[in-house]
DNA sequence: TATGAATGAGTTTTCATTCAT
DNA sequence: AATGAATGAAAACTCATTCAT
């Protein structure tokens, strides 16, 4: 029954391991591998039914071991749904930081990095329905992350320097709060991929979709450049 | 619930009801009220624990009547949901019906416009998390509402006439679709209320609270306006 | 009245009677036109679904009128099962004692006496339906009929008649007990319809059809005409 | 709670189960034996109460374990019925296999045959209450088994041998359908235990009791042999 | 006589978690 | 390290019956 199924990329991703003590390239008692293992799967349970919705026993279920080892290594339904949170935060503010944005030019700055934002926002849905979801439960869960915070002020900083080299140049207004802008343009990328099902029911039409997905992202790079723009 | 009148509020409206027949002012046998009891204190059980959080238990006990009602009502704890759910979108929509866009100029219709919406959301936010949980369900209940893609329609006819208007009268570019618009409008007054709970453990602070809140209508207002604007 | 089951027939049967109190023929308030109205869904609803799986909710929901006038002329769901069961026994009883037999010869006598048996287990499956719950249920409720012992004796008589005519004429052996001949006679008619779903399913033939109706009578008269003929 | 002890046959079987590895006899971790107690009991009680009337509850309270184990094997309470059901039918046709009906001549093969589905019926009152039962609710759930059917075709095969050999010896008349006859012997055999609650109080006599069985016995093998015995 | 609303006790089912091997 | 079996508490839902009008 949990014969394996792969279910996902990163459990094929270890593969790779050293041979020692396997069978047919793969190891029978590998700590790391079940650890990602559940974690992946338990990604895909909570991102598609919410912490209260996920049961224990279908994210066991899926996995290529038992109930009793998710409990072993992540103590509870709670503790591994942190678990889940923390990987898939951390996911997307590692990326942020590989943005080469000093290099370019204000302007082009700010459009990459709005660029990205989409991007990110529009492939990983998982993590979009996590934050969802996280939500819904008042963030308790993801204020107990000791890096949560601290991971986050990168990104306050990248905005900060992008707007005062905007604001040096002459292009950018200088009256812009760099968290307020920050919100502005996660709203717009989040927002068409977290409630495109509602969406989709009340206009016929799925905002995520392919059909909107390079008119949506002009839409919100230009809005967000124009919202910027020192007007004169 | 005929009257719409959001959730939080309405069971203080029929504290006004015709005490006639009443024993204390309340009627012992009244279906209305009792029905409109139950979807008030379901609305606020939902909002705040989700569907599958949500205990049918909860809501009864803090119901005038008993859990038996309710199914008796509403047949099951997804019926009850869906009620309230319809109840909820249907009142937004009511209330955008009855601005008077039409009198004002297409700009200032604009404003008014987004500063509608704005209030709305960050007024109330019930309505924004049912949003939110039902997304999180793939919008599976609210596609069985008979009237809400009636009911969305009148929408995208009032941002039609004003977009429409705008570019007649040569203030608004021409390539806008409206429903993009209105997804944009929706976005970022939606966000700061939906994801408030993560933003504020990531960035210590609330982006829906008083503080912000006249800064972000005018950000958001501002955006709007600039983004329709016809450059020259 | 049980030679119909067509609820919305019996209901009509009694328009006829007299208009005084009437609105178009039909009486505003007939409690016996009510009582019948009840009686004759619950005979199909117990019927259909036993004492424990009948809902008194379902029984009340086909009637013309309430659950309240359910338990004003029956009492309880048990109450209304008992009623049903009392008239449903007595149909057949009535009609046994209006068979001839006394004026053919034992033989013939015999034969029509199994083809009435026959027939009338074939054609109301209501009766063998209810005879069934009711031993589901150990006879409890028939039990307290006060009637009920009373007019079975009736059958016993007539049966004891018919054998000591055969015996007399020297046509039937003289071994035979009246009730084990009852007993053997209502098996055959009884169990081919009460069984019918279990047989179809086994052996891909319903018993009670129209396909075997025939054939089946000829049987069972068969076999018990030669288990009553006095051999050598 | 759990002390309760079986109270059937099937019970006992499990009493000689090897002991190693046991504590007083009984193992602690015994699936096997586990489910084998719930099903013993369940056809307890939904023979005595039917589907709807049997609880759950009164149930798992008289098995060596809980309800929660119930549901474990049986997922439901119409899937524990329906593995009752399987096993009851099973019961009975493996017994009719190991007959050895051809080896004896025709009429004495038939009379064995009679023979046994006599004894079998008379001694098994479950099996006849939970065919009952299951005709109450039209043989929905037999229906679902796999093997059912299967196995039924082994007793018409039986039969059809039997009746060969008879007509081909020229003791038997040729014109009787298998499946006729089996309908017959089991309609007599089945009828005088499963109505014998509604028979004992119309006729004040328990046709399923000590003082008419080896009468009836011989009735019914006696009327079965009349009926297929070809005349002269 | 008639009715829709109301109810409490019960009934089935689910779920996160732990135990024995 | 790993596993299938086991569990108690809680959750959703049902039902016969009665009440107020």
Redesign the pocket.
Known sequence: ??KSKPASEASKATSAAPASNTVEGR?????E??KRNILDIATQEFSAMGL?????????ER???????????F??????YEAVLEQVYGDIRALEQELQLAEMDPEEALREFVGFTFGYHDKHRDFVRLVTIENIHGAKYIEQSKTFKARNSTVVKTIEDLIARGVAAGHFRADVDPIDLHLMINSMCFYRVANRYTWGAAFGRDPSGARSRTRHREMIIDSVARFMRREG
């Open positions: 029954m949990k190891r029978k008692y590998d700590p591998e079940t209260t919705g996920a049961r224990v026993d279908a994210i066991a996995t290529n071991t038992t109930k009793r080892m998710l409990y072993y290594y103590g509870s339904k709670e503790g591994l």
